[in-house]
């Protein structure tokens, strides 16, 4: 498809494992964002990667949470010993980077840990 | 950090009535503001964007006004139909340089238009 695709769309799993989201942007996005969005607010941003480095992780809760996009294109957002507490939608976002700002978003992966 | 206040938290028209939505942010070097629409099970959608070089900007039925002075801006719906009915983000950055894409949104507003 032409936009961005997220998987699962759907993680159910308790407390304490380890679960990972995946983000294929748009072809030709080298801007790259994941953001969390609780029931009820706005998204908040995690990590934003230019190409395969990330650029800023400011974003990211604590050192459970990790992303990596090894090849510049597909990124996994990768959470370790998962708490209550992490339950969210997880929204991906790609751009052209640059000034031209227009974010693209997916629809999410909603998160549920028991 | 950046911190971004919007009201109201949800908003009731009548069909062909005007919506306004109110954004405040905090961190004078912004200078980016987009408003999103999400509607349910999706992800946020732009719908229109303003730059600090300009006050006002216009798409059609919608429009942004922007004061710097005073660090608030704001989005205008005329004519509203049933299909605007959805959440609305304002987000501001000043990320610049690389890139306008880390946002800080605002809590969001519940726009019910009835037929």
């Known amino acids: 498809g032409a936009g961005v695709s997220q998987t699962p769309s759907n993680k159910v799993t308790e407390k304490g494992k380890y679960v990972e989201l995946r983000c294929d942007p748009i072809s030709g996005h080298t801007a790259l964002y994941w953001y969390r969005q609780s029931l009820g607010q706005g998204p908040e941003f995690l990590i934003y990667?230019?190409?395969?480095?990330?650029?800023?992780d400011s974003g990211l809760p604590n050192d459970r949470f990790f992303a990596v996009r090894p090849e510049g294109s597909v990124s996994t957002l990768k959470i370790q010993r998962t708490e209550r507490g992490d339950s969210a939608v997880y929204l991906c976002?790609?751009?052209?980077?640059?000034?031209?700002?227009?974010?693209?978003f997916g629809e999410g992966s909603r998160l549920t840990v028991l | 950090g950046e911190n971004v206040e919007q009201h109201p938290s949800t908003l009731s028209v009548q069909e062909g009535d005007s919506a306004v939505i109110k954004c405040t942010y905090s961190?004078?070097?912004?200078?980016?503001f987009p408003w999103y629409k999400q509607e349910l099970g999706k992800g946020p959608q732009l719908i229109i964007d303003?730059?600090?070089?300009?006050g006002e900007k216009k798409d059609q039925r919608i429009a942004v006004t922007l004061n710097k002075t005073a660090k608030h801006f704001s989005l205008h719906i005329t004519e509203t139909q049933p299909e605007d009915s959805a959440v609305y983000f304002c987000a501001a950055s000043s990320a610049g340089g690389t890139s306008y894409g880390k946002l800080t949104f605002g809590q969001g507003t519940i726009l019910t238009v009835h037929p």
């Open positions: 990667f230019q190409g395969t480095g990330a650029a800023d």
């Open positions: 976002a790609s751009s052209l980077g640059g000034p031209t700002g227009e974010l693209f």
């Open positions: 961190d004078s070097a912004s200078n980016y």
């Open positions: 303003i730059r600090s070089n300009v």
